[in-house]
């Protein structure tokens, strides 16, 4: 039987900072949840795992509608859907087994079971290079352009999650290692967004006159959407309270839909378009309702 034990706490008041095991890692670990608390992280984290898990079928129907050489990015996409799916799940599977209802409130450690985000960090190892490899793909650039800048945007966002991952433990009060490794990851973060600016700019050098704005849009929403991660990184310094882990769960699962389902989604009907100018049939039937598939049919004959 586990020793752990909870920091006796009044709701909503912050533990004592010197008081906290470090061995504990995430904040999760250590406050107690009301039943609203509870429940409502609960329904986050479902609805994280279950909207991804939903999108994989999306993905994989719509790279039907696509020209052969932008049918991998859609595909990729629901390899994204799987592989963050399943973390979410395991995620929410933890936060059932870690907290145990006593009549009162939810106390963290049941059964000695822990709770940890450090999963999510391991999806991010595996999704966030496929997510920025999508980009030169959907752009059309040379394949030698591709295979440079999807290296050079996946060293800094491996580093980034990294030392992210190292100075989350630190969350539960350390809040030196905290902020100097959030700092460091944030160093990483700026170089990523460099290299990502980079190929938004080739992608929209490349891209049809029609389709010009569409680059310029996903980099602003690239911009707001990763820019969630940081504040949810740095949320545990406002207070180690019940409110505090709900937020940071919410924070990191729109983040994630976001910054993987919506911008798949987004990434999908892109393409769609480009297939459809440059003349492929059935893209164009996809979007025969559209301005741009009656442009390609026109350009057919249609």
Known sequence: MSTLSVIPVQ????PPIGSL?????????????????YTTGSLILMVSYGA???????????????????RIVPILSAVVMASAGLSLLREFSLWQESYAFTGAVYQPLANGETFTNAFRYGNWTITVPILLT?????????RPDLHKRALRMAIPALLMIWTGLYGQFGEAGDWSRLNIWGIISTVFFVWLILEVRGTISAGIASSPAELKAWPKNIWWFFLATWGLYPIAYALPQLGLTGDVVVVRQLLYSIADISAKLIYGVILSRYVLRRSALEGYMPAAEALSTTPAGAQAASIRGD
């Open 11 to 14: 709701q909503g008041a912050t």
């Open 52 to 70: 991804h898990f939903a999108f994989i079928l999306y993905f994989l129907m719509t790279s039907m509608q696509l020209a052969p050489r932008y």
């Open 134 to 142: 999508q980009l030169p793909i959907a752009f059309a650039l040379s």
């Open 21 to 37: 095991p470090a061995t504990l890692g995430n904040i999760e670990n250590y406050i107690p949840l009301t039943t609203g608390q």
